[in-house]
């Protein structure tokens, strides 16, 4: 039946803090609302200084009965997540209203703003509002977050050829040499589990509180050691040299190494010509590698740490931080993200490979220790891309392309210092990674 429809007047009302609270005085609220139409209709409404999407929600029913038919509403002078969230609640019971716009006002000392909404109102609208016509995205985007993705630079079999001659700088120059080293390394760092069924003999256990070599490692003169990750070392920096993200000359640059293990990538990355540090949490590893580089004649400083226990002299120090199937291991990709732009000289790069999730949309896949794997967030292309973007890197300076297999890699160019550009729930407050990095 078709509701008669209601004529404008020239009727405005202001919701203030003077005004009883929808949510704990509803009837003084009506009564409120009904002292000052003074039996018009209302064509326009301003709700200013609603705290809680829930109040937002019960103030627009209560006042719902007094709007004239092609009124507007504003809804302003609060957080914007709470009147986002509670317009989006407004539709869901009153299909009456149309979410027009959402605006975000620039607030003082970098906090979050408030949000300015616009509302119309048809008294015979009878069908919820369509969610693509609802503004989808209550921080409001402020750049495209269609990240490019790198193109190739050269064809990934002469990227392969680099790398491959990369690790010959450290073969052995004599057979005896080779099984020398090869043997060292075995006797002071057995394997704890195979390291073809690490994964089924050990998942579920504490990942420091045993060891497996990490990648396949060629001593030379058909003297070699497996691990756990077969070639990857190869592959990917051969897919990241290709693609441009990783330089292939690294001569005069200094490298962080980002969870190297028992040292595949950064015995790569030496080989390039950087001066390479390594950091690695587990201690049995970051001693294997360290050893491995010293018979191997490669110069690296190998650090047992966290990532997570930052060093401020560390600050600006980096050309390149490499980090290869790491992020999604760790419990706070952002404060990691944020801690290697720190660490990034301006017109450094960041080069990453992480497991990700595959679809459309921003979101992040959690395993968590229900799950084989050592595994916490895998990011979809966009969340990644976002991340980066919020740890201090420009879009503009992101690329980011889908492997083959299903993963990501990333590259992200840092164009000059910058603060944190969100502080709120950031897990390292008032520390100097909130400062101009």
Known sequence: MNIARKQKSATTLIIDQAAPDAMKEPAAFSRWARERCGGAYLYHVHCGGLTGDRRILRTISLIKPHLADGATLSVGDADFASVYDGLIDVLAIHPEFHFESLDILPAENDRPGCGVAQLSFDVNRRTLQPLATVPDNKNKRLFSDDFAAA????PRGT?????????????????????TIAATLGREFPDGASVREYWHEKAGTQFTGFFA??????????????????TRHIEITSETIALGMLPFDLNGLDVLDIGCWTGGD????????ATVTAIEEHPVSAMAAARLCELSGCKTEVVNASLYADRPDWRQKFDVIYCSGVIYHVTDPLLFLRICFAYLKPGGRLVLETKAETGDGSVCGYSGTLERGWNWYAPSREALGRMLVDAGFPPEGIALNWRSIGRLLASARKDGTCRLPERAGFSRPGSWLEDDV
């Open 159 to 179: 990227a392969e050829a680099i790398v491959r001659r990369a690790l010959g700088r450290w073969t052995a120059a004599t057979e005896s040499d080779a099984r």
């Open 151 to 154: 193109a190739a630079i050269m």
């Open 266 to 273: 950064l015995m790569v990355l030496g080989g390039l010509g």
């Open 213 to 230: 070599w990490g990648h396949d490692h060629d001593f030379g003169h058909g003297v070699a050691r497996q691990g756990t990750m077969s």
